[in-house]
Structure formats: structure tokens, C-alpha cells
């Protein structure tokens, strides 16, 4: 075979495969993303996991904020409504309004929720801050064993 035969074969030749290869390749990416679930949620759960979003209950009512948790989420944590200072904000009085909302919301939705601290430094209540030794481990009980509404 003369070298410009060649060259003429070579030239209709490697497009083809060179087509062929990126098909293939694409087509082994597109299927590896085609079963992937349709939002980040859905991937999450594919894997046995969930993929959540820290909830703010005064942003449940802006809807944008609500239609990207509700699509994309599949798990949510409480930003700080059920931290200490918002869960018993004096001595003795509990008050679960914010986290009974992202509670609600999240069953509504098929949410899992998680939370994450009880008692934090940044959201001490104002009356446990003077507290000091037995006092404050009294208080901190107190709140931890107390049950909630939910």
C-alpha cells in the first residue's frame, strides 16, 4: 500500500474511530449520570445517605428558600431553634414554637431531621450566664432531661 493510499485510508478511518471512542465515552458517562437521582437529595439517598441543609423557621416562609429545601433535601438540621437559649429563653420555661415548625415542615416534606446541639456556648440563655459550678450543671440537667413536644 503506497503511502498517500494510506494516508487517504488513515484520514477517513481515525474520524470514524475517533467518533466512535467519544460515543462510546459518552455514552458510558451519560449512563453512569442517568441513574443518579434527579435532585441532590435523591443522589444522597441512592447511596443511603441524606444530604441536609441547616433550617432557619423564619425562612419557611420565603418561598424560593422553601422550594429549594423541599426539592433538592432530604434531611434538615435546626440552625439554633433548638438550642438552649430559644428552647427555654427564662428559667424553667420552654418554648419549642420554632423547632415545632421545622419539625412539622420536615414531616410534612418526608424530611428526616437532625438535630445538633442542646446546650451551646454562643446560645447560652441570659439568665444561665451568672450561673457558676453545681448551679449551672443543675440548669443544663434540667434542660437536657426535660422532655420536649416532639
Known amino acids: 500500500m503506497t503511502h498517500t493510499r494510506r494516508s487517504r485510508r488513515l484520514r477517513v478511518i481515525l474520524p470514524l474511530v475517533a467518533a466512535t471512542v467519544l460515543a462510546a465515552g459518552a455514552t458510558v458517562f451519560l449512563n453512569g ?13 441512592e447511596k443511603g445517605r441524606y444530604f441536609g441543609a441547616a433550617v432557619s423557621a423564619g425562612k419557611l416562609g420565603d418561598s ?31 418554648s419549642y414554637t420554632g423547632a415545632d415548625r421545622i419539625v412539622s415542615h420536615a414531616q410534612a416534606n418526608g424530611h428526616k431531621v437532625r438535630g445538633h446541639t442542646l446546650a451551646w456556648h454562643s446560645q447560652e440563655p441570659s439568665w444561665a450566664k451568672p450561673m457558676e459550678g453545681s448551679a449551672l450543671r443543675s440548669a443544663m440537667v434540667n434542660h437536657i432531661t426535660t422532655p420536649g413536644t416532639w
Open 33 to 45: 449520570n442517568a441513574s443518579a437521582g434527579t435532585t441532590l437529595g435523591a443522589s444522597a439517598a
Open 64 to 94: 424560593t428558600y422553601v422550594g429549594i429545601l423541599n426539592r433538592e433535601f432530604n434531611a434538615i438540621t435546626p440552625e439554633n431553634e433548638m438550642k438552649w437559649d430559644a428552647t427555654e429563653p427564662s428559667q424553667g420555661r420552654f
